[in-house]
Structure formats: C-alpha cells, structure tokens
C-alpha cells in the first residue's frame, strides 16, 4: 500500500471517529504527511463545524479536510469578497453575512487596531462559531452581531439548509424547518454600529441583498467607499424561486447611486454572480 492510499485510509478513520480528541490526534498525522502542522481542532455541535488551529490562528470551516493554511484561506478571500478592494489599515468593513468568521480573519488583520469590522450573521449556530473564531483569536477590533438583513426591524423566519449553513435564507417556504432570528435592516444596522465612513460594505446573504435596495439612505451610501455584493441568480436558477435573483436590481441601485460596477466572467456560476463596486466621489 502506498502513501497516498494510507493517508486517505488514515483520513477516512479521522472523519468516522466520533471522539474529538481521537479525531484530533489521527487528523493531525494526517496534516503532518501533506507538509503542515495542526496544532489544535475544535469540533463543533457535532462535529458541524470545525476550528482548526495552524500556525497559530484558529481557522473556521464547515468541512472536515486533510490540510488547509492561513494563505490558502486569505487567497479563496482575495477571490470572492476582497476581489475588488483590499482594506488597509483603519479601514471600517461591514461584513454582512459572517458566516462562522472565515473571511473576519483576513479583514480583521487588515483593518489593523485602528480599523473595524462589524460582523453580522443570522443563522444562531454559524453565529455562535463566529464568536468563537473572534474570541480564540483575539480579535479585539471585531463586534459581532446576530441578525438577519431584511426589510423591516424585528424578528424574521430562516429556512435551514440541512446541508449547509451557508445556503441559510428568509424563509422561501422551500425548506422544512424554519427558526425565528432577529432582524435588522441594512440602514438600522449601519445606524447604530456605524455611523461614519465606511470603507468596505460585503454581502453575501443568500438573497437578502434586496433589502439594501430597500432601506440604505442616499447618505448612508454616500459613506460607503466600495462595495462586494454577492448576487445570488444561480440559485434562482437552480432553484426558481424570484427571492434569490438579485444581480439586476442590485447593479442598478448602485450605479444609480453613484457606484461604478465591475463584475466577473470566470464561468463558475456564484463567482460571477458577485458585484463589485466604488463609489465616485
């Protein structure tokens, strides 16, 4: 038997063991054999969601893997929602749509101590994960806040994806199981947490990018720098449901108010369904 077939047997054990310490241990050969040290892993509510700590960072994911890296992870960032615009230090970045913080690592370190990140995440899991991606990793620049985006204050119904958080949205009615989170809109959220510039606003929640078309003011976006909308039409293609097809409406409200839009033609269906954007001055 040869090395890759051992490390892929090694690997297969790690992921069925249900104890985390003997997961940890067995995951840890198996980081050694492909060149990298694992130094710690967390597994979370069942094993859901993991934090992997290597090179002295805690790095959040959703999958069980045999390697990852801290340049790895910056460098799937810098393709999605840092694409456009790199923040510098002191910059202000709302992250609408955090997830379990595996881009609030990047933009916190980038922010610097003068700067700031607001994250926001709906789904109560991923936004507990998130939390503790900020704490382990001392992240004193970052505020975390559990909400949902959407048209007016209050409480909201999310449809859970059995599958991944990640495809966590308003409830469509296409989903079985449903939970009431709180709910912010985009203009409450920037009104109470930030109310200066901003340098960086990122979105990527899964369709409840319209509500920033329906409640931003022309001053709140007069304080916004540059934009990362994540347009969600694949899944309205996939799945035909209007509330995910966004990108028109969204490229439009931005360049009516007084963005100039840039988008992508990579053939992979959600990277090109990002809009990028600064705002002229």
Not at 86 to 108: C, K, Q, S
Not at 185 to 191: E, V
């Amino acid at each position: 038997m040869n090395h890759k077939m051992k490390n892929g047997i090694l690997f297969r054990l790690a992921a069925r063991v249900p104890f985390p310490a003997i997961k940890r241990i067995l995951l840890q050969r198996v980081f050694r054999q492909n060149g990298g040290r694992l130094q710690d892993l967390l597994c979370l509510y069942n094993s859901r969601f993991f934090l992997y700590k290597v090179e002295g960072v805690y790095i959040p994911d959703e999958t069980f893997t045999p390697f990852l890296s801290f340049q790895g992870q910056l460098d799937k960032c810098k393709n999605e929602s840092l694409y456009h615009y790199i923040p510098r230090e002191g910059d202000t970045i709302i992250n609408l749509g955090a997830g379990i913080g595996e881009e609030i690592l990047f933009y916190a370190q980038l922010a610097g101590n003068t700067g700031r990140v607001i994250a926001v995440e709906a789904h109560p899991e991923a936004f507990k994960v998130l939390q503790q991606t900020v704490s382990l990793n001392k992240l004193c620049n970052v505020t975390c806040v559990h909400a949902a985006i959407a048209g007016e204050e209050g409480h909201v119904s999310l449809s859970l994806d059995s599958h991944s958080y990640d495809s966590t949205s308003l409830n469509t009615g296409q989903a079985q199981k449903q939970i009431e989170v709180p709910a912010l809109t985009a203009a409450g959220l920037l009104d109470q947490y930030c109310p200066g510039k901003i340098s960086l606003l990122k979105s990527n929640i899964e369709g409840g990018e319209r509500f920033l078309a329906a409640t931003l003011t022309p001053e709140q976006l007069h304080r916004i720098e540059n934009i990362a909308v994540a347009c969600h039409d694949f899944r309205f293609r996939k799945e035909g449901h209007p509330f995910f097809q966004t990108r028109q409406l969204m490229t439009r409200f931005f360049e009516d108010n007084g963005f100039v839009i840039q988008t992508r033609q990579t053939g992979i269906d959600y990277l090109d369904d990002w809009i990028y954007g600064s705002h002229k001055k």
